[in-house]
């Protein structure tokens, strides 16, 4: 047997753990079935569709206060009390959790409360830049971050999974009752019994009387199986309100939020058509870009520009000390940062979190995370390794009352009325999302609004793009298995290059052997 069809047999093994298709977030969307041709041909519909679907969001976050308010009792008495709170996920609800934790900072900076907040995600810090592959399959994992975290009895942990099923996020959230008498929450965005039946890892947690629930389903996302968009939204809004209004009163948290919800229903974000028609202009032309950012901006732009990455098969941030031979299209730049350790600490607002694990050969220190260097060193480190590179840089920048967008010759002010750091994060996430979404969308990364580049890094995107390949052989009147779909796909996993589509990959060379079985 070969390398690949020996990985095919070893993933059909544990497959039933991972088919996924059933759950509303993996699920098309009908509303964004054109998506890729209305981010070419159309684009300020393109952005009107996706600001109703966050429209949407926003209304199922009106709807739970409730549990808002209940999370945000447990998190005032958790911190009146002398502990601490966690909050973790993997992925881009790692992201949004090192996210809480960095705005946290912000507003706490040198008071009693800053150091009694902590995140982690799956692979640690390292994470936020470049997935640690395969990381977020086991639970044990979770289980050990967490420990070394320092929870500690009395501790409470919020848990975040877009899906609900991350092995990872099981796995720390199981362990949290085993070390704190306070239970630890569990926030998704799946149907209970959809849920249950597609998961047993998800089924227990979900009757486990020792973990407190909080189920925030907004439907399907709006690219196919995209779960950085919408699901993370709702799940930062929720866990980000609970902590930032846990002194506060309850009816001043249903002002707060009516007024936001009211606020962005009105925004008009039609300015950033502008910005999607330049940049992928750009990178059509060749060229590269930068994006400077602050150390109040920062996280949520660099959130956004690395989720890229395993979205869409672009070539991930490099790292100065691996030598990389292929640059990223785009890459933070936070220039009154003087090293990689100051951009780090900037962005963060404290010291990086790093796993020296002898068992995972390095892929999470901080060796290696220092080589992400988005200082002002980065603009002729990266002209240096690429001669005749073409740099524009995008930038994005925090003012006392709103956001300030400059590209080139284009700029402008959005206004925000807010104080929270958390709401005016949230705008910006929803603005990149659907920014970079449509970019991508014009550089033919996805199809309608299926996921044809998503990169196969973990048993969860194995069964996406095994899926993906079948959707489109439908449409194309072919059937195959699952189980042959999934050697085929591995065997293309050895032969195309990291920036190719796997999912039409795979389509191509079933085509080319003429498979006779149709519908």
């Given at each position: ?15 039933s ?27 300020g519909e ?28 447990k ?12 909050f ?6 790692g ?13 706490q900076?040198?008071k ?33 971050q ?5 929870f ?16 990872f ?44 629930k ?28 609970a ?18 919800v009211?606020?962005?229903?009105a925004?008009?974000?039609s ?20 994006y ?28 100065v ?7 990223s ?79 080139d010759?284009?700029?402008h ?17 929803m ?24 990169r ?5 995107l194995?069964d ?56």
């Amino acid at each position: 047997m070969d390398e690949s069809a020996a990985k095919a047999e070893k993933f059909l093994s544990v497959s039933s753990q991972y088919k996924l298709g059933k759950l509303i977030t993996e699920s098309s969307h009908p509303y964004t079935r054109d998506l890729s041709y209305l981010a070419t041909n159309d684009t300020g519909e393109a952005i009107q569709k996706l600001k109703e679907l966050d429209n949407a969001v926003l209304k199922v976050l009106s709807e739970k206060i409730p549990q808002i308010i209940y999370l945000k009792d447990k998190i005032r008495d958790t911190l009146n009390d002398g502990n601490d709170v966690y909050f973790c996920g993997c992925g881009a609800t790692g992201r949004l959790s090192l996210t809480i934790e960095t705005l946290w900072r912000q507003v706490q900076h040198a008071k009693i409360f800053e150091n009694r907040v902590f995140s982690f995600m799956s692979g640690g810090d390292v994470a936020l830049i470049r997935s640690i592959e395969n990381f977020e399959d086991f639970p044990a994992y979770g289980a050990r971050q967490l420990v070394e975290s320092g929870f500690k009895d009395g501790d409470l942990l919020v848990a975040t999974t877009e899906g609900g099923e991350t092995p990872f996020v099981i796995g720390a959230t199981e362990k949290a009752p085993e070390i704190s008498k306070r239970k630890p929450f569990f926030l998704y965005c799946n149907p209970d019994d959809i849920l249950s039946e597609v998961a047993e890892r998800s089924k227990k947690v979900i009757e486990n009387n020792n973990i407190e629930k909080i189920n925030l389903t907004v439907g399907p996302m709006a690219v196919t199986g995209s779960t950085r968009m919408q699901s993370s939204t709702i799940l930062l809004a929720v866990a980000g309100a609970a902590l930032f209004y846990c002194n506060s009163d309850n009816e001043y948290i249903r002002k707060e939020i009516d007024s936001f919800v009211k606020f962005w229903w009105a925004a008009d974000i039609s300015f950033i058509e502008k910005f999607i028609l330049r940049e992928s202009d750009y990178y059509l032309h060749g060229d590269y870009l930068l994006y400077e950012s602050d150390n109040q901006l920062g996280i949520t732009v660099i959130t956004d520009t690395t989720e890229r990455s395993p979205t869409f098969s672009l070539f991930p941030f490099e790292n100065v000390s691996e030598k990389d031979a292929d640059l990223s299209l785009c890459y933070l730049f936070m220039p009154e940062s003087k090293s990689s350790e100051e951009a780090w600490g900037k962005l963060l607002w404290r010291k990086p979190r790093t796993l020296e694990w002898p068992d995972i050969n390095g892929i999470a220190s901080r060796d290696r995370l220092l080589g992400f260097d988005f200082s002002v060193n980065v603009l002729a480190r990266r002209a240096r390794q690429k001669k005749s590179i073409r740099q524009h840089i995008f930038k994005i920048l925090d003012s006392d009352n709103g956001i300030n967008f400059t590209l080139d010759d284009e700029s402008h002010k959005f206004f925000v009325p807010f104080e929270s750091p958390l709401l005016k994060h949230l705008i910006l996430k929803m603005i990149m999302n659907t920014h970079s979404t449509l970019i991508m969308g014009r550089l033919g990364r996805y199809e309608g609004n299926v996921m044809t580049y998503l990169r196969a890094s973990n048993n969860k995107l194995i069964d996406r793009a095994i899926r993906y390949v079948e959707m489109i052989l439908e449409q194309k009147k072919i059937v195959l298995s699952y189980n042959e779909l999934c050697y085929i796909l591995f065997e293309m996993l050895e032969k195309t290059p990291s920036d190719q589509s796997i999912v039409m990959a795979s389509v191509a060379e079933i085509e080319k052997r003429k498979v006779p079985d149709t519908i």
